[in-house]
């Protein structure tokens, strides 16, 4: 069955690195273009990026712009998220989604969670 | 970008009642690129409805959306007990991406 597993997450000071990664099964990831939503603790869902079938096109949230960069390899069938410069405000699950019916999300992952704190 | 107003905010209701939450959009939704997704306590969200009125794979015909331009709604004909959730609405017509801040539906 179509199926999306998160990793990555943990907790990390302000102002480090994480990278996330997702991986994808029961389907032919490279026919699909790509998101990560993220949900903070006890608040609502917040798109974050999105990638591309082929990765050739990428797309920010402004409070992540500059600071985020979304990719992947189709070979390894796996979505990154890597996440420079966090801040508290970064702290929630994140989801790896794949966009349907240009731009619906199914399925989801089951999330990972990033706590930002020192 | 297109902020989205669900209303409701909470909803106590018994299993077995009709129900209809409502999603506003600030401007107007191209294509009707408006998705409902349901999300149980500690589960990931849910694709329920896409474009506006199209039920997702597996979901049941309980479950029906409707509208355009600005104006949509979530009918759900009969509450089950695995329905109480918090539901969102979510526009993908244009960028960014913008969800609705939910609508939490709770046993009476």
């Known amino acids: 069955q179509v199926q999306l597993v998160e990793s990555g997450g943990g907790v990390v000071q302000p102002g480090r690195s994480l990278r996330l990664s997702c991986a994808a099964s029961g389907f032919t990831f490279s026919s699909y273009a790509m998101h990560w939503v993220r949900q903070a603790p006890g608040r609502g869902l917040e798109w974050v990026a999105l990638?591309?079938?082929?990765?050739?096109?990428?797309e920010y949230a402004d409070s992540v712009k500059g600071r985020f960069t979304i990719s992947r390899d189709n070979s390894k069938k796996t979505l990154y998220l890597q996440m420079n410069s966090l801040r508290p405000e970064d702290t929630a699950v994140y989801y790896c989604?794949?966009?349907?019916?240009?731009?619906?999300?199914?399925?989801w992952g089951q999330g990972t969670l990033v706590t930002v704190s020192s | 970008e297109i902020v989205l107003t669900q209303s409701p905010g909470t909803l106590s209701l018994s299993p077995g009642e009709r129900v209809t939450l409502s999603c506003r959009a600030s401007q107007s939704v191209s294509s009707s690129y408006l998705a409902w997704y349901k999300q149980k306590s500690g589960q990931a969200p849910r694709l329920l409805i896409y474009g506006a009125s199209s039920r997702a794979t597996g979901i049941p015909d309980r479950f029906s959306g409707s509208g355009s331009g600005t104006d949509f709604t979530l009918t759900i004909s009969r509450l089950e007990p695995e329905d109480f959730a918090v539901y969102y609405c979510?526009?993908?017509?244009?960028?960014?991406?913008?969800f609705g801040q939910g609508t939490r539906l709770e046993i009476k």
């Open positions: 979510q526009q993908y017509g244009s960028s960014p991406i913008t």
């Open positions: 989604v794949r966009d349907v019916f240009h731009g619906s999300f199914d399925p």
């Open positions: 990638i591309s079938y082929a990765g050739t096109n990428e």
